[in-house]
């Protein structure tokens, strides 16, 4: 059984009909005291934009459900309240059929890591490719997605624009459900790990589609075991990726702007595990721990300043810095959060 907590009749009319087509049964409650002796049993619990708070000692809703017309507000409500996922309705309604379909019979899915920088030029490509790199390297089924449509696409970080396989572009339109399996086989692998990028070429593209991300990480995250998704700095990446992600990993620079900079990026992040690493470099002047207090984030790790590296991502040898010791050593601490951050 679905909850839907609303006062909207619109939103109750959109939500039924959806419901209604994945073949669920729905529950609905005007307010919070009214949904309160319904809550923890319900399968999934979905809170209308109109909800501003949640019944003492109740678990976070499932999933906060809008209006288009909502804009800012709605993902400020998410982060308040706690919610796993938004909906932005209708454009959503495909992915929260599929969504509460799974509800109802769940199954084992992967992790979703996000790798999101604190500022600009701060090293989240590198330090995705490198946990990508690494968790493949201990045998994992890792899919390194590539979450930024202006970053000029990391398959040239990769040196694996040859490479055959699907890219964003060939997934335009595909929306709900995707075959994991068929998914998986169709993408572009190396070093052990598949990768989904957008095309390092000069070419235009439309961006990103709500529909085609939902139904691109479902398929992930039931194909892999650790989907490690390289979040843009946009706010439309943010949205798209980051409310799917399990755990979220933010990289800056030990400097001051760097710090300002990720305090005001977390205000957009949704309310999941997020950990900071902060990168070394010839221009670091703070200490990370310090940094880390400043912000509000534990210290997941350290990012080794190494030598050439920017040199070798221009060059499309990213890969060979990622064998270091000291690489393998920042991996091992960000992918096991209970180990030494170094």
Sequence with gaps: MTLLVTGSAVLCGEVERI???????????????????????????????????????????????????????????????????????????????????????????????????????????????????????????????????????????????????????????????????????????????????????RGPHAGMDAGTVAGVLDAARRGYELVIVDIGRGREAQRAFAWDCDRIVVIAPAQLRAAVATARLLQDLPPVETALVIRRGAGAALDGALIAESVGLPLGAIMPDVRGAAAATELGRLLDTGRQGNVRRFAAAVLDPGGDPG
Excluded: N
């Design 19 to 201: 419901v209604a087509a994945a073949g669920g049964q729905l529950r609905t409650a005007a307010g919070l005291a009214e949904a309160a002796p319904f809550w923890d049993a319900a399968a999934a619990v979905l809170v209308g934009s109109d909800i501003r708070g949640l019944p003492p000692r109740r678990r976070a809703p499932a999933v906060l459900v809008g209006l288009s017309g909502d804009g800012e507000s709605l993902w400020q409500l998410a982060a308040a309240i706690g919610a796993e996922r938004v909906a932005v309705l209708p454009d959503a309604s495909v992915w929260l059929a599929e969504y509460l379909s799974r509800s109802r019979a769940p199954e084992a899915g992967g992790f979703v890591l996000g790798i999101t920088g604190g500022c600009g030029g701060a090293g989240a490509t590198t330090a995705a490719v490198w946990l990508a790199q690494a968790a493949a390297r201990h045998g994992t089924s890792v899919l390194l997605v590539d979450g930024d449509p202006w970053g000029g696409g990391m398959e040239l970080v990769l040196a694996a624009e040859e490479t055959a396989g699907l890219r964003w572009p060939d997934l335009a339109g595909a929306s709900g459900s995707i075959d994991p399996q068929q998914f998986r086989e169709a993408l572009p692998r190396i070093e052990g790990f598949s990768f989904l990028s957008w095309p390092g070429t």
